[in-house]
């Protein structure tokens, strides 16, 4: 099992570039979210979603959209890259509401805005 | 009233000592608190999670303990081993463990060999 995967791992943008960070899982999950690391900050939600054509605000979601299309997929478009979006994201899975399962993370993505 | 504050920042301990990490909340409607621990370059992995209808876990060497009248909960970590230093998140969340986890700022640990 895979588990839950991110493409890319590392990633530089230039300001105004627009990119897709990829996540998939094979865990046939309901819930699947995004979250931003930040030094001394936690992780905070950006967006996420309960199933496939279901998806709300996080915390965080200015200046970032998300779909999900298929119980899988769970992509995240940065349309128009701004330094503040340096950071590190990490997808995650959950297998669903009251299921006393905690969440899976991916490895995450290091973002770079110059 | 989302927030979950997470002490000490950072925390060094010998090994087989006792590593103690606070967490504290103020919005009531949380009903499902994990711990998560995440190593350099990795993702956040579960350790332990906890619900207010109990007062303490144990899975191994790790414990939460957690206190609903002060809003408060800990992760103690017993005899403490290098392989146990890494970034430790407490979290929170409503509605019975759902995907909204409110995260701690993070404790580093550190065990000294």
């Known amino acids: 099992n895979a588990g839950v995967t991110q493409t890319p791992k590392f990633q530089v943008l230039k300001t105004g570039q627009s990119m897709t960070l990829q996540c998939a899982q094979d865990?046939?999950?309901?819930?699947m979210s995004w979250y931003r690391q930040d030094p001394g900050m936690g992780l905070r939600l950006i967006h996420y979603?309960?199933?496939?054509?279901?998806?709300d605000q996080g915390e965080v979601p200015n200046g970032y959209n998300v779909s999900r299309s298929t119980t899988e997929d769970f992509p995240l478009r940065l349309l128009s890259a701004a330094p503040s979006q340096t950071s590190v994201y990490f997808c995650?899975?959950?297998?669903?509401?009251?299921?006393?399962?905690?969440?899976?993370f991916g490895q995450g993505t290091r973002l770079t805005v110059v | 009233q989302q927030q979950v504050k997470q002490s000490p920042q950072s925390l060094i301990v010998q090994k087989g000592g006792i590593s103690i990490i606070n967490c504290a909340y103020e919005n009531t409607a949380f009903d499902y608190f994990p711990w998560y621990q995440q190593f350099p370059g990795k993702g956040p992995a579960l350790l332990i999670a906890?619900?207010?209808?109990?007062s303490e876990k144990k899975e191994g060497r790790f414990t939460i303990s957690f206190n609903k009248s002060a809003k408060q909960f800990s992760l103690h970590i017993m005899d403490s081993q290098p392989g146990d230093s890494a970034t430790y998140f407490c979290?929170?969340?409503?509605?019975?463990?759902?995907?909204?986890?409110?995260f701690g700022t993070g404790t580093r640990l550190k065990v000294l060999a």
């Open positions: 995650a899975s959950q297998p669903g509401h009251n299921t006393g399962v905690g969440a899976f």
């Open positions: 865990m046939n999950h309901e819930y």
């Open positions: 979603s309960v199933g496939a054509g279901i998806t």
């Open positions: 979290a929170a969340s409503s509605g019975g463990g759902t995907y909204k986890y409110i």
């Open positions: 906890i619900r207010p209808d109990v």
